[in-house]
C-alpha cells in the first residue's frame, strides 16, 4: 500500500467514526431538549412541499413561528385588541400592561439594566437606521471615522454610508481573513481616537462567524468609540447579554427568532437614548403640543411615534416565551452539535466549499460546489423539499472578498434535526450526479 | 415537468458546454448584462456585416439557465438579420410571458421550447431573460452602458 493510500485509509477511519460522534452528541441533546416536543409546537413543520416533507434551513432569513406566538396573535385581535397609552377602558388598560410588560421581558432576555432602554423598532434595520439618524448624523463632522466590518449585512453598511456621505465623516472597512474570521492583525489602525461609531455584526449571515464582541468594544472604548451590535443573527442562537458585553447600542429582528415580522428591538444606553432627537415624530411620542412647541416624551416612548405594532409586540413576547422554555443555554449546546455535524457532513461532499470558520459558528452555513451555480444548488434542494437560499444574502462585499458572485447557505434552528441535515447532504449528492 | 427533466433535457448540455464562449479577437460592439439579485453576468461581443449578426460570442458567470439561455440565443442568432433578430427575441419574450399551464407550440417555437420549463419558477425566468434583454439592447443600438434586470 503506499503512502497515499496509507493516510487516505487513516483519514477515513479518523473521519467517519468522528461524524458518527457528532451525529450521537447532537441526538444526546436532542433528546435533552425534547425536541420531537418541541418540533411539534411548530404546524409548519409538519407540511410538505413539492410532495415531500419540508426541510426547513432558511432560518437566517426567518424561523417559523411555534403555536404560541401564532395564538397569542390570534388572541390578541379575537379579545384584546385595543390601542396603547391612550383609552380610559378596560381594554386599552390591558393590553398597555402587556404591551409594557414585554418590554420588561425583552429587557431581562437581553440583560438591560432599565425598561426604558428598549425601543421597539419594525426590526434590526430599523433599529440601525435610528442610530444612524438621531445619534450619528447630529453628531459627526468631518475627520471623524465611522468602522464598520467586511462581513456586514446591507443593512449595517448603508445607513453609515449615508451618514458618512452627510457629515463628512469616513466610512473605513475592517478587513477578514481567508478563515473569514475578522482581521484584527492591524485593529489599532483602524479602531483609532478618531473612531467615533464602530458597527459590526455579533454573527455574520453569510459566514456564521460569531465575532470576538467583548473584545472588541472593550478596545473600541478604549479610543472612545460608541459600538452598535447587528443581533440579529446572534439572538436566538446563544444567550445574549447586553450589559456583560458592554455594547451602546444592539439590533435584533423578531420574526428571526421565532417571532412575527415586521417587529424589531432596539436596546440604547439610557444616557444615550434620552440625549437623542427623536428619529421620527407625532402621536404618542408627545409630552405637550403647542403650536410655538412640543415637549418630547421621555424614553423609550420618545422612539415610538404613531400606533405601533401591537401584535407583533405580543407575538414577540410569545416568543421570548418560547425561547425561555427551551432555555438559552440548551438551545446553544443543542446548535452547536447540530452546526458541528453539519460542518463536518458537508465538508466530506466532493467539489464542496464552505465558507467561514469552522469554529466559532453559529446558525449559517454558506457554501459553493464546482459543478453547480448557487441558484441550481437551491433549486434542486427545494425539489427536494429542503428551503436554503442563494445568492448574495444582502452582503455584497462578502462575496466579492470571496470572489464569488453568489453561495448557496443552510441555516439552522434549534427545530431543525440531525437526520434533516442528513437529507441535505444527500441532496447535494444529488446535485453532483445531475451537473457533475 | 420536474426541475430534473427541466435541467436533462438541451439545457443542461448548453450549460455545461455553451456555444460560442468566448472573446473573439475582433467585434464591433460588446455590453455587459447584470443580474444584481444573483450576481449573474454574461458580456456579449457581437460582429456585424452590414445588417446582419455575423457572428455572436459570450462570456460571464451564472446559473446553469442563464448560461444556457445564453448559449442557445448565440445559436438562434448567428446569421439573422436585425429585424429577425429582433423578432426572435420578441418570440421569447413573449414565451415566458405565456403561463406555464399553457401547452408550447414547438413548431412555432423551435428551439426556444426548451427552454419553456423555465417558466415553472418564476423566480427563474430573469434568469432566462437576461441574455436575451441585453443583446436586445445591442441591437436597439443603446450599448454604452450595462444592462440590468433591475
Sequence with gaps: ?436 | MSTRALYEKILLDHAKNPRNFKVPEKFDVKLEGFNPLCGDQFTFYIVFEGDVVKSIYFTGNGCAISKASASILTTLLEGKCKDEAMNIIQSFMNLMRTPSNEKVDEEKFGKLAVLAGVREYPIRIKCATLPWHTVEKILQGEVSSQVTTE
Design chain 1, 1 to 436: 500500500m503506499s503512502e497515499f493510500e496509507n493516510i487516505k485509509l487513516y483519514k477515513n477511519l479518523f473521519l467517519d467514526p468522528n461524524t458518527d460522534k457528532m451525529r450521537l452528541r447532537a441526538e444526546f441533546l436532542a433528546r435533552k431538549i425534547g425536541l420531537e416536543t418541541l418540533r411539534g409546537q411548530f404546524p409548519i413543520l409538519d407540511t410538505s412541499v413539492r410532495g415531500k416533507p419540508l426541510v426547513y434551513l432558511d432560518n437566517a432569513a426567518t424561523t417559523q413561528k411555534p403555536q404560541m406566538v401564532i395564538d397569542a396573535i390570534n388572541r390578541y385581535y379575537s379579545r384584546e385588541n385595543a390601542n396603547v397609552h391612550r383609552g380610559i377602558h378596560y381594554l386599552s388598560e390591558k393590553i398597555t400592561d402587556k404591551y409594557e410588560e414585554v418590554r420588561s421581558k425583552v429587557g431581562r432576555f437581553i440583560g438591560a439594566k432599565v425598561d426604558c432602554e428598549i425601543v421597539f423598532t419594525k426590526g434590526a434595520t430599523e433599529g440601525i437606521n435610528l442610530v444612524a439618524y438621531s445619534y450619528a448624523l447630529p453628531r459627526l463632522k468631518p475627520g471623524d471615522e465611522i468602522l464598520i466590518t467586511y462581513m456586514e449585512h446591507h443593512s449595517n453598511l448603508v445607513p453609515w454610508q449615508v451618514v458618512a456621505n452627510k457629515t463628512g465623516a469616513k466610512l473605513r472597512v475592517l478587513p477578514i481573513t481567508d478563515d473569514g474570521l475578522l482581521d484584527l492583525s492591524n485593529l489599532q489602525e483602524y479602531l483609532t481616537e478618531k473612531t467615533r461609531i464602530f458597527a459590526f455584526t455579533y454573527v455574520s449571515n453569510v459566514l456564521g462567524t460569531i465575532n470576538p464582541v467583548k473584545e472588541l468594544i472593550k478596545k473600541a472604548h478604549e479610543v472612545g468609540a460608541v459600538v452598535v451590535i447587528d443581533g440579529a443573527q446572534a439572538i436566538a442562537h446563544f444567550p445574549v447579554n447586553v450589559q456583560e458585553i458592554d455594547c451602546d447600542f444592539f439590533v435584533a429582528s423578531g420574526h428571526k427568532m421565532y417571532g412575527p415580522t415586521g417587529i424589531g428591538i432596539l436596546y440604547g444606553r439610557a444616557p444615550l437614548l434620552s440625549e437623542m432627537e427623536p428619529y421620527q415624530t407625532g402621536g404618542s411620542m408627545i409630552l405637550n403640543v403647542k403650536f410655538e412647541e412640543t415637549t418630547y416624551a421621555h424614553i423609550p416612548h420618545k422612539f415610538e411615534a404613531g400606533t405601533p405594532n401591537i401584535e407583533g409586540v405580543i407575538g414577540l413576547g410569545s416568543a421570548i416565551d418560547f425561547l425561555n422554555s427551551v432555555g438559552m443555554q440548551n438551545i446553544c449546546m443543542y446548535e452547536e452539535s447540530l452546526i458541528n455535524y453539519a460542518y463536518a457532513k458537508l465538508s466530506e461532499v466532493p467539489g464542496i466549499r464552505i465558507l467561514g470558520p469552522h469554529t466559532p459558528r453559529a446558525g449559517a452555513i454558506s457554501f459553493t460546489m464546482d459543478c453547480a451555480h448557487p441558484h441550481d444548488i437551491s433549486q434542486i434542494l427545494d425539489e427536494e423539499g429542503i428551503a436554503t437560499r442563494a445568492g448574495h444574502h444582502c452582503a455584497q462585499p462578502v462575496m466579492e472578498r470571496f470572489g464569488l458572485p453568489a453561495t448557496a447557505r443552510a441555516s439552522i434552528a434549534v427545530y431543525n434535526t440531525p437526520d434533516e441535515i442528513d437529507l441535505l447532504v444527500k441532496a447535494l449528492h444529488r446535485v453532483r450526479e445531475i451537473f457533475g
